[in-house]
């Protein structure tokens, strides 16, 4: 449970759990397509810098993985550090997981 | 009173450039005049051909390549143009084996599209889809 601070720090901030729900949305954004869909859809006024520091702490706790592609660079939502959440307080009526 | 004539995009190929903004964008081509070292190479719309050209550019600046590979990393545009129809465009240009960073993304007011113009930038394509601000 050692990375749990940094998984539940990142989950805290609402302008990235607004990230990871556009990242739901549409898996593999650039950095502007992700600056663009915060503005234009959620009127947020965060400036580039900062929306690059909320993805490097997405990032951090696992949630977010960089793919560099050619000169370009995309950004993939990875839920798999969540599953801790779910391990540790399981849900009781949760069907068995085969 | 004061005009916008000519806007440019730095380009890392003229001819290069030439050919992919006339045969996959449609633009046409307006001037080709030598210009020292490069050429003067201008393009418009077919929907306006004495309207605002577009200068085929050269980036032989040193600190235009830096400038550029920084924003195609991040996948920021520093052109847009115009169009009746993103989806349509992206459509049309995928087939014709252009690259989009941003397939068509719909903003509510906007619909855009960011392509790779194969000579160093992010183009992004714009469709305005109202114009009563809401």
């Known amino acids: 449970m050692a990375d749990d601070p940094v998984l539940f720090k990142a989950i805290s901030d609402p302008t990235r759990r607004l990230i990871l729900d556009e990242l739901t949305e549409r898996d593999g954004q650039t950095l502007f397509e992700i600056c663009g869909r915060l503005s234009m859809k959620h009127g947020l006024g965060s400036s580039r810098q900062a929306i690059s520091q909320h993805l490097a702490v997405l990032e951090e706790a696992g949630l977010v993985i960089t793919r560099r592609e050619g000169r370009y660079k995309f950004h993939h939502i990875d839920t798999r550090p969540l599953h801790s959440i779910s391990e540790r307080w399981p849900m009781t009526r949760e069907e068995p997981r085969s | ?134």
């Open chain 2, 1 to 134: 009173m004061i005009r916008i004539h000519v806007t440019s995009v730095l380009v890392d190929d003229q001819a290069k450039a030439l050919e992919f903004y006339t045969e996959k964008l449609g633009f046409i081509k307006k001037t080709d005049l030598p210009a020292g070292e490069a050429r003067w190479l201008t393009v418009v719309s077919p929907a306006a051909p004495d309207g605002v050209e577009l200068l085929l550019e050269p980036d032989t600046h040193p600190a235009a390549r830096a400038f550029k590979e920084a924003l195609v990393a991040d996948g920021m545009p520093y052109t847009q143009f115009a169009v009746d129809d993103v989806q349509a465009e992206y459509e049309r240009l995928t087939a014709l084996g252009v690259t989009f960073t941003q397939p068509p993304t719909d903003y509510g007011m906007v619909v855009v599209a960011v392509l790779d113009d194969t000579c160093g930038n992010l183009i992004q394509l714009v469709q305005l889809t109202s114009t009563d601000g809401g």
